[in-house]
């Protein structure tokens, strides 16, 4: 999914005129209003899909680590650590906030990870997809309508968003008819 075409969704879903006819690849040339609800739709975007991150659709990485000194700084991973999922390992190990104590050695972690943060000419690749721009224009606009004070349109949209993400994570397999001979 493409940044702009999420902005401009969001824009659309609010009726944000000045967002709308904006040309986004010529940010730095927009007027002040513009830039500021462009803003507020970046922040409430990366804000949602953090929270996508922890609550719905967990962002899942596999890393090998090397254990010289007993432990290990977990915030030095790849990606952004948000949680330990599980050690490859019978070793007896211990985990005090983002310092996983253990035997020297190489060992692979599974852990859950936050997306990084986006900017306007980025693309989100790390959600599978489950996550619809829809669903996630939901929940940005529903952020969006919160941090603006406006509480009511705040829950339709975070009404739609619940639904729609529920969607997203039920694993329902879809059902199929058996082939059928007419005659």
């Known amino acids: 999914m493409k940044v ?10 609010l009726q944000l005129t000045n967002v709308i006819d904006a040309n986004l ?7 002040t209003q513009s830039q500021k609800d462009i803003n507020l739709i970046l922040s ?3 804000e949602v899909l953090s929270d996508i991150a922890t609550d719905y659709l967990p962002l899942v990485c596999s890393e090998n680590i090397e254990v010289t000194d ?10 952004s650590f948000y949680k330990l999922v599980r050690v490859k390992t019978n070793k007896p190990y211990h985990l005090d906030f983002e310092t996983l104590k253990i035997a020297n050695g190489i060992y692979e972690v599974d852990y859950l990870y936050l997306p990084e943060i986006y900017e306007i000419d980025d693309d989100i690749t790390e959600f599978d997809s489950r996550l619809t721009i829809y669903a996630l224009c939901y929940g940005i606009a529903g952020e969006y309508c919160l941090i603006s004070g406006n509480y009511s349109e705040s829950e339709l949209w975070n009404s739609r968003y619940e639904n729609a993400m529920d969607v997203a994570t039920s694993h329902r397999a879809l059902f199929s008819l058996k082939k059928r001979r007419w005659v």
């Open 70 to 79: 007993g432990t290990f700084d977990l915030k030095t991973l790849e990606n």
């Open 44 to 46: 409430s975007m990366n």
């Open 25 to 31: 690849s010529n940010f730095e040339n927009l007027d």
């Open 4 to 13: 702009n075409d999420i902005v401009k969704q969001v824009a659309t879903f």
